[in-house]
T-cell receptor
């Protein structure tokens, strides 16, 4: 099992550009989520999904879109990147109804 | 605004010393978790505490959940350089769908 994988590992964008951060898991987990981690702020939940076709907002959803068409994948879209979105992004997954999350290795995004 | 406050923010100690990290909230959570994160990697779950007053031990690490389920502590006995990392607490909502993380405690254990 590869667990939770994220691509790319690093990305630099210019303000206004769009991009999609990819997240995939091979553990057949119903629940998937996206976090951002900023210095001194810990991790903050952006969006989460409890199954294919179902998504919901977390603490900091503005500026980000998600969709969940398959159990395995949960992409995060930035439609018009802003410098405030410079951060490290983590994807996580777990079995629905369980508390234990498994995190991916992260994507470091810089918006100039 | 952080729902969970961790203290201290930074801790640098010598190998063999003991330390305690605190996680405090004004909100009640159904459970509380502690994670450890190494540079360039995602957080890894260490423990989940569920019942108010619960104490869990993981080798040299002792975790406690406050009676009111608003605060928690992590105590490390005889710290080792391998304990170095970022320690994060997270409060879990009742349906296990939302996790609120503290700002983290960066621990450095010097040989």
């Amino acid at each position: 099992n590869a667990g939770v994988t994220q691509t790319p590992k690093f990305q630099v964008l210019k303000t206004g550009q769009s991009m999609t951060l990819q997240c995939a898991q091979d553990m057949n987990h119903e629940y998937m989520s996206w976090y951002r981690q900023d210095p001194g702020m810990g991790l903050r939940l952006i969006h989460y999904s409890v199954g294919a076709g179902i998504t919901d907002q977390g603490e900091v959803p503005n500026g980000y879109n998600v969709s969940r068409s398959t159990t395995e994948d949960f992409p995060l879209r930035l439609l018009s990147a802003a410098p405030s979105q410079t951060s490290v992004y983590f994807c996580a997954s777990k079995l629905q109804g369980n508390r234990e999350q498994y995190f991916g290795p992260g994507t470091r995004l810089t918006v100039t | 605004t952080q729902l969970l406050e961790q203290s201290p923010q930074f801790l640098s100690i010598q190998e063999g010393e003991n330390l305690t990290v605190y996680c405090n909230s004004s909100s009640v959570f159904s459970s509380l978790q502690w994670y450890r994160q190494e540079p360039g990697e995602g957080p890894v779950l260490l423990v989940t505490v569920v019942t108010g007053g619960e104490v869990k031990k993981l080798k040299r690490l002792t975790f406690q959940f406050g009676d009111a389920r608003k605060d928690s502590s992590l105590h490390i006995t005889a710290a080792q350089p391998g304990d170095t990392g970022l320690y994060l607490c997270a409060g879990v909502t009742g349906n296990f769908n939302k996790f609120y993380f503290g700002s983290g405690t960066k621990l450095n254990v010097k040989p």
